[in-house]
DNA sequence: CTTGAAAAGAACTGCCT
DNA sequence: AGGCAGTTCTTTTCAAG
């Protein structure tokens, strides 16, 4: 088992993580490699499971989702079988894009999107407040985000 | 600008959304369509930018960064300086791997990735606690999260 | 919008240093 | 482990119906 990620391997990481779409051989120019080799590290890579399958970002907004509010989470019943019942629930309500599973003040931490407010006041009556074990409950609404790259 | 955006597009985004590995001719097997026709969809979807850049999941666990926690931060002094400054503090720290401006209970929710809670600890005191303008704060450790398809 | 074909480019393989 | 050269595949792109 010889994970060992070196340097060479970092600086691929980065510029990948940045442009995915690069091909190996375009790597290999941004890392000073040799396509062949670029191409063998990032197969490694995938085969360690480090490089992780492809992702397509749609920007939601221009298809008419304009309002993207976090919602914290606290059960009112825990135990093994809320939090799966909860989860299941969860993951079937169309507008949530992701959910979290945290410790801390909530126990869950939920990205929902609607098309606008009245459109989330709707989601959250009908269908949030109808989950299972819901207990306190925080919404933050979303004005604007950055991703970073990083550590590495 | 006609950004009408079709059935037959909402499927386009749905099976690339699934799958951003697929290109053009594999999209249009999925959704019932000559070759050429889905390229062209998928040409004039990203010059509309709603299909934005492929994003690359790297495994941080599997590079050591076993620990993500969310911080919720509120504000002491506000005006556009402080949303500022803090804006570019807290973006020059490297474990902070997401920046959101939300509006609710806190002012900004950051995703930091560590190593480990020694690691995390040393990140909060050394940085996220020397950030302009911090008031109070919250933490939420990332026990496992979940990624859905969302509406379309 | 479709089919069909040519051109371009990327993925993969051996072999050698 | 990296580079070179070559093969094979996919994808893009164009022409014509």
Redesign the pocket.
């Known amino acids: 088992m010889t994970e060992a990620i070196d340097d ?1 391997d970092r600086a691929i990481l980065r510029v990948v993580q940045a442009n995915a779409r690069l ?4 790597v ?1 120019r941004a890392v ?6 670029a ?3 990032l ?1 490694r890579l995938r085969d360690l499971g480090i490089l992780r399958g492809r992702e397509l970002t749609l920007d939601l907004e221009k298809l008419g989702f304009g309002v993207t509010v976090f919602l914290g989470i606290k059960l009112a019943t825990k135990g093994r079988v809320s939090l799966d019942d909860f989860e299941r629930a969860v993951t079937a309500i169309p507008e949530v894009r992701r959910v979290e599973h945290v410790l801390g003040r909530y126990d869950y931490r939920l990205r929902v999107t609607a098309r606008d407010l009245p459109d989330f006041e709707r989601v959250l009556r009908r269908r949030i407040m109808a989950l299972p074990g819901v207990g306190e409950m925080e919404a933050n609404v979303l004005l604007s985000e950055e991703r970073l790259p990083g550590p590495l």
Chains 1, 2 share one sequence.
């Open positions: 060479t091909s190996a051989g375009a290999g000073d490699l040799s396509q062949p080799a191409w063998r590290r197969r």
